[in-house]
């Protein structure tokens, strides 16, 4: 995430100033690099010159379309700003409060941790000796860093890795500090660890561990589980046998797609994914999330909480974003990952479907809002075949470092550049869709989750007719746009006609 | 109305049936003669009709008030809770009676009131008309003749005065091999394959035992291989499995004294040939037993074959284990499967489609007659015929066809409406969900060919609904005989007008008529291909549904189209003669306003008020019913 790119509202008008003792002043707002500015843009009239640094509280509140921002600044000021439209009030508001958030360089070489890309985005108050020290205290130097900012409210998703607690409880200041630093003042956050509590119990004595309430005391831990590894490949390579065999009865088909446990790991993680975004938005509570060593599981959820949160990220680009942030920088090792797949026999432990079990979810919420996706399944369905096998340098190699060292960049091409090419965006783009701003919540009931049959059975029965009837609602799309524009060019040209006529008759 | 002693509650609560929040709405409830209504703080409405709800429970009394659970028979639970346990306890005992009514003409049909007038009730019922439908099929003809031997129900009861038989089959052939099977039920015409002057045949299952033969049987089953010009084989498809019988079969000490002949004529295949071989042990056995089916011996020119399709006990108690296990709340993953699993359900569903395919190759690759009975040729004997017609004819896959097809295979063969759909208080064993597990195939077919069936799921789910609202005369009644003698035609309305009349609603938009060159479909039925209907049996349970319906948007665009197409000839139109009155330099002002801007709005019905069908959201790309609250994360 672009720091800059933060800022989204640098200007607003006809915004209504309120100071105690003083008449309320109505004028344009600006921000700045390093101030709120208030400007009536008459003479003699005062200006408002407000430093970032100075903010030390924002509420916001609506009223119908207006909004209101109450700003109490360290100097114990407090000013009242009204601001038409709830949209910009909410992008102003983010624009102010990312003022917590800096870009940190700590890892430019790599060395603090490894599987991390060279910037990341911390706290403001923590500087980067700290980071140094909280990197030593998590697995894999994994320090919390911010995942994702939900502007509606200004509540954050962080990832990690395990803290290395051990069996003697190790602590960390600096760990606490960092991960304090996230949350408002008087507010609670919740730490969604993905392992039930027995497996992070047991991690402990191989000196991971997690987060003791005692030394957290504003943070809720929840443990979820989700499966890692060799489980979840089994879980693959049973799917695959079970789609494959075309002469099981119903019973036997049944009972394999059972215990293929495909669709339950599918649910759980949904359901991980989909209460870390009720969290946000709903509980208004910040969350951070790990699992072990925070480049699986972890990633799953933090992506699939921003699809449900986030609309941009249920765009093409914005879904390449989030993949390259929260895959490919955020150092899931998909060279070890999807080294193999569902038919080799040589096994390996670090083997694991991770990122194809999340662009499974991806295709699950896809199924239940099909209008809110500017991608189709045929994007997935890409995705998971150049994350196996690709022409493309960009899901080689195990994480940032590993690409800088390979110079992917120089020696090969990225798929993104391919894929966004319009010819290309034509196949993967979804006549269906329609921009919304809304969160959106899926069904994780057993009766609402399906088997991915453009993955699974894709080489299993013929989709002649599917691909059919698909055809035949892109015809129907495009059918209508091509009416609607015809009907408003005849509508213009007889409104034109009438008013010619109209000339005509009054003379 | 004596049974309703209170018409009013207040302050009653609606559990949501999944939410584990205990989320509730809170609103009055009515009782009225026909509905129970509930209107929330919201004022929306959820109608129950008595004639829907299969039962109801008081559960033991808690803080908040006495729980009472009503389950439908369109599979829709409602969870109130009653504050005061004396207003429970009316409700309850009211809707026990108005729920089981005894006799039919309490049932809603009699009191419903379109406000129409008599001619157009009569219309309405002549809307579908058989008779028409075999002169489609292109009977009669030179091999198939009408018969006029049931004319007045004298040879058998359950079937229709009009029946179609072999040329060269005469009366007393009829009537003897009438009396050799099962309820009279003797071979019928259900389907003529005009291309492959090939028929489908139905019956009941002949009452053989060990040796008994029917001379006039044999006849009529030669007439049928005859009236078949390209190929005299016929098939004869006994639609039921092997182990019903097996128990008997174990009983048996004397197993040897049955020779089985194997016979591999029919298949090369070795495993199909075995459970071929079981199955006709198990009929064999059947067979002793007073009934069972035909003797190749007997008969020349039959092949025979089984299909494995359960009895209505069996699809009853699989059906009830499939809702217990989706009525589970925080339902896993892995109960989910093993509960579809053990309820065996999709395997019926995979039987019946199955027999339905063997019938349809049988014609249109051997070009063979077929015969399909069942015991009585009632119930699997009408999935199986009704779902090879639909397979073999493109019509019976458009709305009026469809309608057609449940007139003739259901309806007209006796089907018994009223005992499998339990419309009155009468024995709960011949309650079976017989014809929802043809609704089923049928909306299985239109998943895999999406664009090979005129209508859409909601008209499914729509006839669903009314085959146990008791609302239309259609499904009241076991046979023919007994609706006439009920007079329905003349007291009680037919569902059909009604449904064409709000045909929009059931149009499926990616139709294609060109598909119709695609005449004969054939569905692969590899297990995967099954999945659970989840429209269909959690209609109701909103929180499980997609929450943006790709199907609306498409149904209401097409709409949007054929209006746009119009609007554009409209506009066309005025543009000419604008151009032409300016060379003219003649003006007729009205037409300068007349420019329609928008759609007209749709006719709404209001005879189907009480139905929410697929409650999806109506308002095109709104996400309704999003909500975290209404899941379990």
């Known amino acids: 995430m672009e720091f800059a790119e933060l800022i989204r509202t640098p200007r607003v008008d006809n915004v209504v100033l309120h100071r105690p003792f003083y008449p309320a002043v109505e004028g344009t707002l600006c921000l700045t690099g390093h101030h709120l500015i208030l400007s009536s843009r008459q003479d003699n009239t005062e200006e408002l010159w407000l430093l970032h640094s100075n903010i030390d509280a924002i509420d916001k509140r609506f009223v119908g379309p207006l909004g209101t921002i109450i700003i109490k600044c360290k100097d114990f000021r407090i000013i009242q700003l009204d601001i038409p439209g709830m949209e910009e009030c909410l992008n102003i508001a983010s624009s102010i409060e990312t003022s917590e958030w800096r870009l940190s360089y700590v890892n430019k070489e790599f060395a603090v941790c490894p599987s991390y890309p060279p910037i990341v985005i911390v706290p403001k108050s923590i500087d980067d000796e700290a980071l140094r020290k909280v990197a030593t205290f998590r697995h894999g130097g994994r320090f919390p860093v911010l995942s994702y900012y939900h502007k509606k409210n200004g509540m954050v998703i962080m990832r990690s890795g395990q803290p290395l607690t051990g069996t003697n409880g190790r602590r960390c200041k600096e760990d606490e500090k960092l991960i304090n630093a996230t949350l408002r003042a008087g507010k609670r956050g919740y730490i969604i660890d993905t392992r039930s509590l027995t497996v992070a119990q047991q991690a402990r004595a191989k000196g991971g561990g997690f987060e003791q309430e005692a030394h957290y005391p504003q943070w809720r831990r929840i443990h979820k589980s989700i499966e890692r590894y060799h489980i979840l490949q089994e879980s693959l390579i049973k799917l695959v046998e079970a789609c494959n065999d075309q002469t099981h009865n119903m019973d036997r088909w049944l009972s394999k797609l059972e215990a293929s446990n495909w669709l339950t790991h599918i649910k759980e993680i949904l359901t991980t994914a989909c209460l870390a975004a009720q969290c946000i938005d709903r509980e208004g509570a910040s969350i951070l999330i790990h699992g072990t060593e925070g480049t699986d599981s972890t990633l799953q959820v933090t992506s699939l909480a921003q699809i449900i949160l986030e609309p941009r990220s249920r765009t093409i680009r914005g879904f390449e974003a989030l993949i390259e942030r929260e895959w490919l920088q955020a150092g899931h090792p998909f060279q070890q990952r999807c080294a193999q797949s569902a038919y080799c026999n040589s096994k390996q432990k670090w083997e694991s479907p991770v990122f194809l079990l999340f662009l499974d979810c991806v295709w699950q919420i896809l199924r239940q809002f099909p209008c809110s996706f500017e991608f189709n399944e045929n994007f997935l369905i890409m995705l998971f075949e150049h994350a196996y096998a690709s022409q493309f340098g960009t899901f080689l190699g195990n994480n940032e470092s590993e690409r800088c060292k390979l110079k992917l960049q120089q020696k090969t091409m990225s798929l993104w550049s391919w894929v966004n090419r319009p010819s290309e965006l034509r196949k993967f783009t979804s006549p269906l869709f329609e921009a919304n701003n809304l969160v959106i919540w899926p069904s994780v009931a057993p009766q609402s989750l399906h088997l991915w049959e453009g993955i699974f059975l894709r080489w299993n029965r013929s989709s002649k007719y599917l691909d059919e009837a698909y055809e035949e609602m892109v015809n129907i799309i495009e059918y209508n746009k091509e009416l609607q524009a015809k009907v408003n060019i005849l509508r213009r040209q007889l409104a034109e006609l009438e008013t010619e006529d109209g000339m005509q008759e009054s003379p | ?633």
């Open chain 2, 1 to 633: 109305m004596e049974h309703i002693r209170t018409t009013k509650v207040e302050q009653v609560k609606l559990l949501d049936r999944f939410s584990t929040s205990n989320k509730a709405l809170t609103g009055t409830l009515y009782l009225t003669a026909t509905h129970l209504l509930f209107i929330d703080s919201h004022q929306k409405e959820t109608w129950i009709l008595h004639h829907h709800i299969a039962s109801v429970e008081k559960l033991a009394l808690t803080t908040s008030g006495c729980p009472l659970v009503i389950q439908c028979k369109n599979f829709r639970i409602v969870h109130f809770i009653v504050p005061r346990e004396r207003d429970c306890h009316d409700i309850y005992n009211s809707l026990l009676q108005l729920s089981k009514q005894a006799k039919y003409e309490d049932l809603y049909a009699f009191s419903y009131n379109p406000k129409q007038n008599d001619s157009e009730r009569l219309r309405g019922w002549q809307l579908i008309d058989l008779a028409e439908e075999y002169k489609r099929m292109g009977v009669p003809n030179s091999n198939w003749q009408l018969s006029d031997a049931n004319r007045e129900y004298k040879i058998c009861e359950t079937y229709p005065r009009e029946l179609y038989v072999p040329r060269i089959a005469s009366k007393p052939i009829i009537v003897g091999s009438s009396k050799f099977r099962s309820k009279g039920r003797f071979p019928v015409l259900s389907y003529y394959h005009r291309e492959k002057e090939a028929a489908v045949c139905r019956c009941s299952q002949p009452l053989s035992g060990f040796s008994a033969r029917c001379l006039e049987d044999e006849h009529l089953l030669q007439a049928i291989s005859k009236a078949n010009p390209v190929n005299r084989y016929m098939y004869v498809m006994d639609t039921r499995p092997k182990h019903r019988m097996q128990s008997w079969w174990a009983t048996q000490k004397d197993i040897g004294r049955i020779i089985v002949r194997i016979s591999s004529k029919i298949w090369n295949d070795e495993k199909i040939r075995e459970s071929h071989e079981q199955k006709r042990l198990n009929a064999m056995a059947n067979r002793a037993a007073g009934k069972g089916y035909e003797n190749e011996d007997n008969y020349s020119n039959i092949r025979f074959q089984f299909v494995g399709i359960e009895n209505i006990h069996v699809m009853r108690s699989s059906l009830q284990k499939l809702l217990e296990v989706n009525g589970t709340k925080g339902l896993s993953v892995n109960d989910f499967y093993s509960g579809l699993e053990s309820s065996g359900w999709l395997r019926h569903i995979k039987a019946v489609m199955d027999a339905a395919i063997f019938l349809t190759k049988a014609i249109m690759i051997e070009n063979a007659s077929v015969l399909v009975h069942c015991s009585d040729g009632w119930d699997r004997t009408s999935q199986v015929c009704s779902l090879g017609s639909l397979l073999l004819d493109s019509f019976y896959r458009t709305i009026r066809g469809f309608m057609v097809l449940i007139e003739k295979d259901w309806i007209s063969f006796g089907h018994k409406f009223s005992e499998r759909c339990g419309h009155l208080d009468s024995d709960p064993k011949e309650v079976s969900p017989v014809f929802t597990q043809f609704l089923e195939c049928v909306w299985h077919l239109t998943e895999q060919f999406p664009q090979a069936f005129e209508f859409n799921e909601a008209f499914l789910l729509q006839i669903h609904e009314h085959i146990y609202s008791c609302q239309f005369g259609n499904f009241l009644g076991n046979c023919q005989k007994e609706r006439e003698e009920l007079k329905l035609k003349e007291k009680t309305y037919s569902l059909w007008p009604f449904l064409l009349d709000d045909q929009k609603k059931y149009l499926n938009p990616l139709y294609s008529p060109k598909s119709q060159a695609v005449a004969v479909l054939e569905p692969n039925t590899v297990s995967f291909n099954f999945k659970f209907w989840r429209n269909m049996y959690h209609q109701f349970d909103r929180t499980l549904h997609p929450r943006q319906s790709v199907f609306n948007i498409i149904m209401n665009m097409n709409e949007q189209n054929k209006q746009l197409e119009n609007d554009i000839k409209d506009l066309e139109s005025k543009i000419k003669q604008h151009k032409n009155k300016q060379t003219d330099g003649v003006l007729t002002k009205e037409l300068l306003h007349s420019v329609r801007p928008e759609s007209p709005t749709l006719k709404t019905s209001l005879c189907f008020k009480e139905q929410t069908l697929l409650p999806v959201n109506d308002a095109l790309r709104t996400i309704e019913g999003s909500n975290p609250a209404d899941n379990r994360y």
